[in-house]
């Protein structure tokens, strides 16, 4: 394991062969490194993360998964996955052999998150242990890990929310009086009278919007990617979808392209960022006086406002763009009102004159009983 040292620089370099994945043999070479420990320990752990053993550092793993992912994921969730293993993951486990994580290291992990002062709720820790889990079953298949720790030491978190949050007609009618910016107080219109996703909203465009039919096709969502915004096609096939609106709604969205300077109709109507959104959000509930709920409670809102209306669960899911009406009835089932007594009560009124008798003896027996 040669090292060589650069005199001029001072620093330290490595320059060795190794065989890639398909037999091919390559030249590395890596420069500036502070020490010859640090030129040595770079080789060594490069060739383990080549060699596909389980002996290689949980990072190298997770730099091999990430390549993996990179041709297989949206943009955008490839920026959270990274960010999740960047700051919830990696800190912990970096520079730990694979094949020496067990169960015991997962589960101190999974109580410090627990016993994080950030409080993360039950939803977020399930999305970051199955980030861990999902990287460690990369191993159990493609590196020869014998089981995944993360399995063994069973579920975490939670896969929905104890509570929903949400506001109701009222309480978004004195949030939107609160709002004084033009741009935020549209956005946060068309995302609770339509229920369309934060990301549907920033990718929209004049175009999109039917005046005449009173419709607006979503067919696309932006997002940040490293700084800069991409827009792409939207989280699943069903998310194309056209929704239509009040025309009320439609007034507001004509009076306010109508005032944008140099504005093309294919241009997009919003260029703030979520962030922003959820800091006009956060401005605006404390001024009216109203709980504080994320941005993307409005799609919420707006599902419940549909139902207290009595909606059909189909006519909400084709409406939210979900992929199917499970994810629908398991995300608002509990927001239906229970119709058991209504369903027996309709079934005794059409059926009570060829039941009559039936009944009358029934009501007889019963008090005798008493």
Not at 316 to 330: D, F
Request: glycine residues 6%; proline residues 5%.
């Amino acid at each position: 394991m040669p090292v060589y040292k650069n005199e001029k620089r001072g620093t330290w370099f490595v320059s060795f062969r190794y065989k890639d994945w398909d037999g091919t043999r390559r030249q590395k070479k890596k420069e500036g490194f502070k020490t010859r420990r640090e030129a040595l320990e770079f080789e060594r752990e490069f060739l383990k993360k080549k060699g596909g053993g389980t002996d290689m550092s949980f990072g190298s793993l997770v730099e091999l998964y990430m390549e993996d992912c990179s041709s297989r994921l949206r943009p955008t969730t490839l920026e959270n996955k990274r960010w999740l293993f960047d700051s919830k993951i990696l800190p912990t486990f970096r520079s730990v052999p694979v094949n020496e994580i067990t169960p015991t290291m997962i589960r101190r992990w999974q109580n410090g998150l627990l016993a994080d002062p950030a409080g993360y709720s039950p939803t977020y820790l399930k999305t970051v242990n199955n980030q861990m889990s999902a990287v460690m079953n990369y191993a159990v298949r493609f590196y020869g890990l014998p089981s995944n720790p993360v399995v063994v030491c069973g579920p975490f978190g939670k896969k929905t929310a104890d509570e929903m949050q949400f506001w109701t007609r009222d309480e978004f009618r004195r949030f939107i009086e609160c709002v004084k910016k033009p741009a935020a107080r549209l956005a946060f219109e068309l995302l609770f009278w339509t229920g369309m996703r934060s990301g549907e909203l920033l990718a929209l465009t004049l175009l999109d919007v039917d005046f005449e039919r009173s419709r607006i096709s979503i067919t696309k969502t932006a997002a940040q990617v490293k700084g800069e915004t991409v827009v792409q096609p939207p989280k699943t096939p069903r998310s194309n979808r056209v929704v239509s609106v009040p025309r009320f709604v439609l007034a507001l969205i004509r009076d306010y392209a109508d005032r944008l300077v140099d504005y093309e109709p294919g241009d997009r109507l919003f260029y703030f960022t979520k962030h922003v959104l959820s800091n006009e959000m956060a401005s605006g509930s404390k001024a009216a006086g109203v709980k504080r709920i994320r941005v993307h409670d409005l799609r919420h809102s707006h599902a419940s406002l549909l139902i207290e209306m009595g909606f059909s669960p189909l006519l909400v899911s084709e409406r939210l763009g979900h992929e199917n009406i499970q994810t629908t009835l398991q995300t608002y089932s509990h927001l239906y009102p229970d119709k058991q007594e209504e369903v027996s009560s309709r079934l005794e009124t059409d059926e009570a004159e060829n039941y009559a008798g039936v009944v009358s003896e029934f009501e007889k027996k019963i008090e005798d009983l008493q």
